[in-house]
């Protein structure tokens, strides 16, 4: 069993890890048997959603996903598993690594070396592609889904027997994975024959068992928790007629509020500082009301959805601000950008809000979840407007079909896992083009120094100080030498939008200011840059794009059709970045830098136009820059 650092936890901490730990070698040694009891019906008809489906594009794509996972091709996170002929579901098919049938706390799931990529195997043990043999199965009404899936469940039970192996390790992936299950006993349940059922259901059982003995209060308190809370809840719920369903709903419905309170700040944004894990917890929360038929949150969930819709922004596309982790809680299939606008729009229709805008949305998750009758046809997207939310530390600036995120918080809480050293950092839309994108994640244990590159400084558009982090990477979920961050300014209005925010680490202080005046398309930024020490460093000011970008002439960029960035100072361009639009997958991109190198304190402007104009006047007043555009002058700093 692994040790224990009982310096380091509390009393009740050991207590609590001691009981789990009896507990679990009890069920090991005698593994928990479940009563055959029914399912209750609260999820929509299986029928309905068919029927109100049909002739769509949905069940085109879903017809399509599940004939490549007939030939053993899953998609999984960004790419495709080719798993061969035979599914070895403990394998890490990345590094051929397959671990032993031990007992789960002897299997060094985080030892990469041993164990293999641990994302990689998780990732295709939540069978939530089995959902979508399903749905093809209800779609097309053909058996080769059916069989296929019911062959993939045997080989799985055959080669997981309770508690042994790495898809007992993580209480997350078997709450996920016990999730699926419920949806194929849903779809399937006019389908698969008895010895199926009572199979599931048996599985069902165990996993809660095992979810209950396992929870992550104290070893990820975070969305591991919520979603492990959440099952269990669900799984209670659902199967009413088990002695211990009461204790599980009480159980898991309790932390799931509790962790509303602690998870979510006042402004509504998850408190992991990421825009992936917003979605993901906010799927959470939104179906655990489906589970309860009731909102024992709903002004902060309001809020949750509103963060949401700010930060899509008008094309309803997500920035990947901090940690990606490539997973999603329901149907984790298509563009990774775009499951915000699938939880939106179930937003939407549970809470009957004015956020849906095409009526396609609805198709991946609200109708499975809420059934046809509750489904309102599409509006017009209203027109967004400009906000700041504070606790979070996020500037969302809209004008037309332009939209700027300015990250302007602070890391994460704890050793902030999931954050990136990406303060100050922003990302420009404009239409369908991405002007200055984020790097994202690509990885968690795979590779460190890929890790460290893509959540560093370096990989975001912000100031990099003497090639050094704003923080110091310790683990690969854990920051050290944390900066402090705060909001200077936000000032909204028709014309024009200013934001400022400033973030002190190392000695140095980084303040940028951003001007983002709307009737001309310009957004422009000042970096002061300013320190105790007197020698000389260099300074990058890093530009990241989204779209072609070429080299006009000295310090002028186009990007895409029409967009582009003005520097005055000596630049540096290249295709040596990186983003990744999906964990496990990468592609290079254009980059530009503005390099200072001399004594500080040093001012650093940039001009981004949206119309094409390619002549700029810049000039520094004090801490002040001047922008000097078709004979007017704008002051940012």
Same mark, same amino acid.
């Given at each position: 069993?692994?040790?224990?650092?009982?310096?380091?936890?509390?009393?009740?901490?050991?207590?609590?890890?001691?009981?789990?730990?009896?507990?679990?070698?009890?069920?090991?040694?005698?593994?928990?048997?479940?009563?055959?009891?029914?399912?209750?019906?609260?999820?929509?008809?299986?029928?309905?959603?068919?029927?109100?489906?049909?002739?769509?594009?949905?069940?085109?794509?879903?017809?399509?996903?599940?004939?490549?996972?007939?030939?053993?091709?899953?998609?999984?996170?960004?790419?495709?598993? @080719?798993?061969?002929?035979?599914?070895?579901?403990?394998?890490?098919?990345?590094?051929?690594?397959?671990?032993?049938?031990?007992?789960?706390?002897?299997?060094?799931?985080?030892?990469?070396?041993?164990?293999?990529?641990?994302?990689?195997?998780?990732?295709?043990?939540?069978?939530?592609?089995?959902?979508?043999?399903?749905?093809?199965?209800?779609?097309?009404?053909?058996?080769?889904?059916?069989?296929?899936?019911?062959?993939?469940?045997?080989?799985?039970?055959?080669?997981?027997?309770?508690?042994?192996?790495?898809?007992?390790?993580?209480?997350?992936?078997?709450?996920?994975?016990?999730?699926?299950?419920?949806?194929?006993?849903?779809?399937?349940?006019?389908?698969?024959?008895?010895?199926?059922?009572?199979?599931?259901?048996?599985?069902? #059982?165990?996993?809660?068992?095992?979810?209950?003995?396992?929870?992550?209060?104290?070893?990820?308190?975070?969305?591991?928790?919520?979603?492990?809370?959440?099952?269990?809840?669900?799984?209670?719920?659902?199967?009413?007629?088990?002695?211990?369903?009461?204790?599980?709903?009480?159980?898991?419905?309790?932390?799931?509020?509790?962790?509303?309170?602690?998870?979510?700040?006042?402004?509504?944004?998850?408190?992991?500082?990421?825009?992936?894990?917003?979605?993901?917890?906010?799927?959470?929360?939104?179906?655990?009301?489906?589970?309860?038929?009731?909102?024992?949150?709903?002004?902060?969930?309001?809020?949750?959805?509103?963060?949401?819709?700010?930060?899509?922004?008008?094309?309803?596309?997500?920035?990947? #601000?901090?940690?990606?982790?490539?997973?999603?809680?329901?149907?984790?299939?298509?563009?990774?950008?775009?499951?915000?606008?699938?939880?939106?729009?179930?937003?939407?229709?549970?809470?009957?809000?004015?956020?849906?805008?095409?009526?396609? @949305?609805?198709?991946?998750?609200?109708?499975?979840?809420?059934?046809?009758?509750?489904?309102?046809?599409?509006?017009?997207?209203?027109?967004?407007?400009?906000?700041?939310?504070?606790?979070?530390?996020?500037?969302?600036?809209?004008?037309?079909?332009?939209?700027?995120?300015?990250?302007?918080?602070?890391?994460?809480?704890?050793?902030?896992?999931?954050?990136?050293?990406?303060?100050?950092?922003?990302?420009?839309?404009?239409?369908?083009?991405?002007?200055?994108?984020?790097?994202?994640?690509?990885?968690?244990?795979?590779?460190?120094?890929?890790?460290?590159?893509?959540?560093?400084?370096?990989?975001?558009?912000?100031?990099?100080?003497?090639?050094?982090?704003?923080?110091?990477?310790?683990?690969?979920?854990?920051?050290?030498?944390?900066?402090?961050?705060?909001?200077?300014?936000?000032?909204?209005?028709?014309?024009?939008?200013?934001?400022?925010?400033?973030?002190?680490?190392?000695?140095?202080?980084?303040?940028?200011?951003?001007?983002?005046?709307?009737?001309?398309?310009?957004?422009?930024?000042?970096?002061?840059?300013?320190?105790?020490?007197?020698?000389?460093?260099?300074?990058?000011?890093?530009?990241?794009?989204?779209?072609?970008?070429?080299?006009?002439?000295?310090?002028?960029?186009?990007?895409?059709?029409?967009?582009?960035?003005?520097?005055?100072?000596?630049?540096?361009?290249?295709?040596?970045?990186?983003?990744?639009?999906? #964990?496990?997958?990468?592609?290079?991109?254009?980059?530009?830098?503005?390099?200072?190198?001399?004594?500080?304190?040093?001012?650093?402007?940039?001009?981004?136009?949206?119309?094409?104009?390619?002549?700029?006047?810049?000039?520094?007043?004090?801490?002040?820059?001047?922008?000097?555009? @078709?004979?007017?002058?704008?002051?940012?700093?």
């Amino acid at each position: 069993m692994p040790k224990m650092n009982l310096r380091k936890r509390s009393p009740e901490e050991i207590k609590f890890r001691a009981r789990q730990e009896v507990s679990n070698l009890k069920n090991f040694l005698r593994p928990p048997k479940a009563v055959q009891v029914p399912m209750r019906s609260m999820l929509p008809p299986a029928k309905d959603v068919i029927e109100a489906l049909k002739g769509t594009a949905f069940v085109g794509d879903v017809l399509k996903i599940a004939d490549q996972i007939l030939a053993h091709r899953v998609p999984l996170l960004g790419g495709s598993l @080719d798993t061969g002929a035979e599914i070895h579901w403990r394998k890490d098919y990345a590094s051929s690594i397959e671990t032993k049938l031990r007992y789960f706390r002897f299997i060094p799931y985080l030892d990469a070396a041993r164990a293999g990529d641990h994302k990689n195997i998780w990732e295709l043990n939540r069978h939530q592609h089995l959902v979508i043999l399903a749905q093809a199965g209800l779609f097309s009404g053909k058996e080769k889904y059916w069989k296929e899936l019911v062959t993939q469940l045997d080989s799985w039970f055959t080669q997981n027997p309770y508690g042994r192996g790495i898809n007992w390790t993580s209480a997350l992936e078997v709450a996920f994975r016990s999730l699926s299950w419920i949806w194929l006993l849903h779809l399937g349940q006019d389908r698969f024959d008895e010895d199926t059922k009572r199979k599931l259901t048996q599985a069902i #059982f165990q996993h809660a068992v095992h979810l209950e003995n396992n929870l992550s209060v104290y070893f990820a308190p975070n969305t591991h928790l919520l979603g492990e809370a959440l099952a269990l809840h669900a799984i209670g719920t659902l199967f009413p007629g088990w002695d211990e369903s009461k204790r599980w709903v009480d159980l898991g419905g309790r932390i799931v509020v509790e962790e509303m309170d602690k998870q979510v700040r006042p402004d509504g944004a998850h408190f992991e500082q990421s825009t992936y894990y917003h979605v993901y917890a906010l799927d959470m929360f939104l179906f655990h009301v489906v589970m309860r038929e009731s909102n024992p949150y709903q002004e902060k969930l309001l809020k949750m959805a509103e963060y949401l819709e700010s930060i899509l922004g008008p094309a309803r596309q997500l920035a990947f #601000f901090g940690d990606d982790d490539g997973g999603r809680f329901f149907h984790p299939f298509g563009r990774h950008d775009q499951y915000g606008r699938a939880t939106l729009a179930t937003c939407a229709q549970l809470m009957k809000l004015d956020f849906v805008n095409e009526y396609d @949305d609805l198709m991946e998750q609200a109708v499975w979840w809420l059934g046809t009758t509750r489904l309102v046809k599409a509006r017009p997207a209203k027109t967004g407007e400009s906000r700041i939310f504070r606790e979070v530390g996020m500037a969302s600036l809209v004008s037309g079909n332009t939209h700027v995120l300015m990250d302007v918080g602070p890391f994460g809480p704890w050793t902030g896992g999931h954050s990136h050293a990406d303060t100050l950092s922003i990302t420009v839309r404009h239409g369908a083009e991405e002007i200055l994108v984020d790097a994202a994640t690509f990885t968690y244990l795979a590779d460190a120094d890929e890790r460290n590159y893509f959540r560093g400084t370096g990989a975001h558009n912000t100031i990099r100080i003497d090639h050094l982090n704003q923080a110091t990477p310790s683990g690969s979920f854990s920051w050290a030498n944390r900066p402090e961050v705060k909001i200077i300014d936000f000032n909204s209005t028709d014309a024009e939008d200013r934001v400022a925010g400033e973030c002190l680490y190392r000695g140095f202080r980084h303040r940028r200011s951003l001007l983002f005046r709307k009737p001309e398309g310009l957004i422009l930024l000042c970096d002061l840059i300013d320190g105790a020490s007197v020698d000389e460093h260099e300074l990058e000011q890093i530009w990241q794009f989204g779209e072609t970008t070429k080299l006009l002439e000295p310090g002028v960029f186009q990007i895409g059709k029409l967009a582009t960035l003005l520097l005055p100072g000596n630049t540096h361009f290249s295709m040596d970045g990186w983003r990744s639009r999906a #964990f496990a997958t990468r592609e290079r991109i254009s980059v530009a830098r503005q390099v200072r190198r001399g004594s500080l304190p040093a001012i650093l402007p940039a001009a981004i136009s949206l119309t094409g104009k390619k002549s700029v006047g810049f000039n520094i007043d004090g801490s002040t820059a001047e922008f000097i555009v @078709d004979g007017k002058t704008f002051r940012v700093g």
